[in-house]
């Protein structure tokens, strides 16, 4: 009976010890569980363009900064792009005209991402970003005629312009203007045209949808 009593509390030790072990495990493979369902959750999100809003003239600041979370975070299977969108515009200084980029949305940078609510802390406490545009501030996704409309991604469209081909920009700042196209870019939907622009001939970028093929 006394070796009984010796021996009895430490196997109850060790049975107690097994039992926390398989409780902590258990845990675990819970809480692994539940990372995975979250996990698939995420994969099943469509990655879809959303609007943040800047300080003003902070929208450098605000891609530089965001790229920054992506990287301290590894957000890159969560937001894949971020776009300061831009235009072509015609500007007069001094007597001179000339071609030059400005922000075509200023206190704005656009975000393709798979949002949920994990990322918000993210997003909005990153320097330089005050807030999603939406209702009431939360995030609003942009519909396909928007993405469109923006350009926010390629589209692919069917031309029968090469180079050579005399053809008119229907859209832009170029508007109206008649050029020579040099090449095409079909995968980037782009054409680069030769435009007399401010008394000499100028190459200019521009979109396969913002032309239009003429007769010579």
């Not at 072990?21 to 994969?43: C, G, N, R």
């Not at 776009?83 to 704005?108: F, H, S, T, W």
């Not at 396909?144 to 589209?155: A, G, H, Q, T």
Request: a negative charge.
């Amino acid at each position: 009976m006394e070796e009984k009593d010796l021996i009895a509390p430490e196997m109850a030790g060790e049975t107690e010890l097994e039992n926390n072990q398989s409780t902590a495990l258990s845990e675990e493979k819970e809480l692994s569980d539940d990372e995975i369902a979250y996990k698939e959750f995420v994969d099943s999100l469509e990655a879809k363009w959303y609007v943040l809003h800047t300080f003003s003239g902070y929208e450098n600041v605000a891609k530089e900064n965001l790229e920054t979370v992506i990287e301290k975070f590894n957000l890159k299977d969560r937001i894949f792009e971020i776009v300061i969108p831009m235009e072509d515009v015609v500007e007069e200084k001094n007597g001179k005209k000339k071609l030059v980029q400005r922000k075509a949305m200023p206190c704005y940078i656009l975000v393709k991402m798979k949002y949920a609510d994990d990322l918000w802390h993210n997003v909005i406490y990153t320097r330089g970003i005050t807030g999603f545009v939406g209702p009431k501030g939360r995030p609003l996704a942009l519909t396909e005629e928007e993405v469109i409309k923006l350009r926010l991604e390629k589209i692919k469209v069917e031309v029968d312009i090469m180079p050579g081909d005399n053809v008119e920009i229907i859209e832009g700042a170029l508007n109206s203007m008649i050029g020579k196209v040099q090449s095409v870019n079909v995968e980037e939907g782009v054409a680069s045209v030769s435009v007399e622009m401010f008394g000499r001939d100028t190459i200019v970028d521009v979109q396969l949808s913002q032309i239009h093929k003429i007769n010579a």
